[in-house]
């Protein structure tokens, strides 16, 4: 008498007895799961990851440094010849033209390494469809916005350099007062911090020239983009504390 035998799942897929895996998303290794190829996705996800921790600590610095500046201010300083207190903040007389035009050149540059970021999101999409043998896409040439941005960053930094030496030559250092003492605090903080994006424009631009795969130069490009966004608005926020405080 013939009885019936359930098949097994694997004899029915080809008799090879596997049963394909569907695709997934690729674990966060930065690689696909049984596979040697680079999982660009997790990459830019980590790197955006520690994006946002390394903002988060510069922001607690700067908040720092404001209620330090906004604190000192206020209190009076006790003089121990005359038993008494006073006030010894002093008045600093700020070359508000040189910084508006360094504010200026900031926001271009994050107008252009926004067009940066944009078009390298953009190659990298179309990267896929390039590949596939017999599909022909139409080569635009690509304008420079990260060597421009690199050149503006630059250029806010020979700026704030010249503020400094224009104060100097207004005769208010470092240790004039207090109110001099936070004022270079503050722009050389931001200015230190500032000149670290300069240095990862030049890397993702070194990897544009290595012929690095576009999709590593995404990554690259993507977060030195979202920091230098944080920095023109940092500046900002320094730029209307001195006006407010002054």
Known sequence: MATYVPSRPGDQ????????????????????????????GARLRRARLGLICAIATVSMVFVSLTSAYIVRRGLPTFDESSRTYFRDWGSVQLPWLLLTINTALLLISSLTIEKARRNITRSAALAPVRSIPGISLDEERSFPWLGVTILLGFGFLIGQWMAWGELKGRGFFVNTNPNSS???????????HLAGGVVAMLWAGATSLLHRPVEGRRIAVDVTAWYWHFMAVLWLYIFALLAFVH
């Not at 895996?21 to 690689?31: C, E, H, Q, S, T």
């Not at 936070?182 to 230190?192: K, M, N, S």
């Open 13 to 40: 897929v080809g008799g090879g007895g596997d049963v394909p895996r569907p695709p997934n998303g690729g674990g966060d290794d930065g690689r696909y799961p049984d596979s040697n190829l680079p999982n660009y």
């Open 182 to 192: 936070f004022i270079y605090l503050l722009t050389a903080a931001h200015a230190v």
